[in-house]
C-alpha cells in the first residue's frame, strides 16, 4: 500500500519550512554556522521529541530554528523538503514560513526569503513542483509585531500568495490579528489560519468571519460543533489536516480516534499534510499510510483525499 499511496499525485498544503529541519541537518548547519547545540548528538535530539502538547512541541521547534542562519541554511533547508516532495509525488507545495521566528534572532528578512525563493524556483525549474508561499504570523506575539513583519514583507509581495497564523493557538484567538488580515487582503493576499487544532470551534468561526480565510489549518475540532460542520460543508471549505502532528501532539490519543475519515464521509473537504515531518515522524506518504494502518483508509478515501488537496490549492 505504501508505493500505491507514494505514488498518488497530491498537493501539500499545510507545511512549516521550519519544521522539515531534520536533526541531521540541524547538526550540520550547527556546525557550519559554530551554533553551540543543548544536544550531545543526533539521537538524543531525536529522543527530546515526545510532547505531550502544542507548546511543548513549539519550544524545541523554536530552539532548533537557532540554527538557521544564512540564505544558504534557508535554501538547504527547503531543497531538502522538495526532494522528499520529489519522492513522494508531491507536484505542488504551500509552505509556510514564520519570518519572526528568525528577524527577532537578528536574521534580516530578505536573507530568510532569498533562502527559500531560491529553493522553490529551482524546485519548479529542476524537479516540476510548483509552490505558493504563505507568510505565517505568531499568534502568540502582538498585532504591532505582525504589522510591523507585514510591512517588511511588503517590499517582496508577488513573493507570497497568502498570509497564516500559527504558533500557540489557546488565549491567542483570531480576532486578535483581525485588522492585519484586513491590511493583507487589502495588499491582495489570500488568508488561511490554524485554528481547532487545540482551541474551540469559536476561534474557527472567527477565522472565517474575522479573517475571511481561504482555508482552515487543522479545524478538526469543527466536529464539536454541528452548526459549523454545516457550513464548512455547504461552502467547501477545506481542512489542511495532519494526522501524526496531531497524534503527536495529543489532540488525538491514538490515530485510531482521528476524525479525519468520519468527516471526509459526511462530505467535508479534508486533505492530508504532514505539518512538521521532522519532528512528527513523517512526510505526507507516511501520514496517508497511518491513516490505512489504524483508520482501515481504502484506496478510493484516499484517491479523494489527494483530489481534494489539489482541488484546493490557492494557486
Ligand atoms: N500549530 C501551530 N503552530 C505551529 C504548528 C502547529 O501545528 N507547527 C508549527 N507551528
Ligand atoms: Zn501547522
Redesign the pocket.
Known amino acids: 500500500m505504501y508505493e500505491w499511496l507514494n505514488a498518488l499525485p497530491k498537493a501539500e498544503l499545510h507545511l512549516?519550512l521550519?519544521?522539515t529541519l531534520e536533526p541531521e541537518l540541524l547538526f550540520a548547519l550547527a556546525e557550519r554556522n559554530q551554533v553551540k547545540l543543548p544536544w550531545a548528538d543526533v539521537e538524543t535530539l531525536r529522543k527530546a521529541y515526545a510532547f505531550n502538547n502544542?507548546q511543548e512541541?513549539?519550544d524545541l521547534?523554536y530552539a532548533g530554528a537557532d540554527v538557521l542562519r544564512t540564505e544558504q541554511d534557508f535554501y538547504d533547508l527547503t531543497w531538502a523538503y522538495l526532494q522528499k516532495c520529489k519522492a513522494q509525488n508531491v507536484i505542488h507545495v504551500e509552505p509556510?514560513f514564520?519570518p519572526q521566528t528568525h528577524t527577532d534572532r537578528g536574521i534580516p528578512f530578505e536573507v530568510v526569503l532569498r533562502g527559500i525563493q531560491g529553493a522553490l524556483k529551482d524546485g519548479e525549474k529542476q524537479l516540476g513542483i510548483r509552490h505558493g508561499l504563505i507568510l505565517?504570523f505568531l499568534r502568540h506575539l502582538s498585532e504591532e509585531e505582525a504589522f510591523r513583519t507585514l510591512d517588511q514583507a511588503m517590499p517582496f509581495r508577488d513573493a507570497f500568495v497568502a498570509v497564516g497564523l500559527?504558533?500557540?493557538?489557546v488565549g491567542h484567538p483570531p480576532s486578535k490579528f483581525q485588522r492585519v488580515f484586513d491590511r493583507a487582503r487589502a495588499e491582495g493576499l489570500l488568508t488561511v489560519a490554524?485554528a481547532g487544532?487545540e482551541g474551540p470551534p469559536e476561534y474557527i468561526w472567527e477565522a472565517l468571519d474575522l479573517l475571511k480565510v481561504e482555508r482552515i489549518?487543522?479545524g478538526v475540532r469543527a466536529i464539536e460543533d454541528e452548526r459549523l460542520m454545516q457550513r464548512i460543508i455547504d461552502e467547501q471549505i477545506p481542512l489542511t489536516v495532519?494526522p501524526l502532528?496531531n497524534t503527536k501532539?495529543c489532540v488525538f490519543d491514538h490515530m485510531r480516534e482521528h476524525n479525519i475519515l468520519q468527516m471526509l464521509e459526511r462530505g467535508v473537504k479534508v486533505t492530508v499534510n504532514s505539518?512538521?515531518p521532522a519532528y512528527f515522524g513523517g512526510y505526507v506518504t507516511e501520514n496517508f499510510q497511518a491513516l490505512y494502518e489504524h483508520l482501515g483508509m481504502t484506496k478510493e478515501q484516499a484517491q479523494r483525499l489527494a483530489q481534494n488537496s489539489l482541488d484546493a490549492r490557492l494557486v
Do not use: P, Q, R
Open positions: 512549516h521550519e519544521g502544542l512541541f513549539l521547534y509556510f514564520d505565517s500559527d504558533s500557540s493557538e490554524h487544532e489549518d487543522h495532519c502532528s501532539l505539518d512538521d
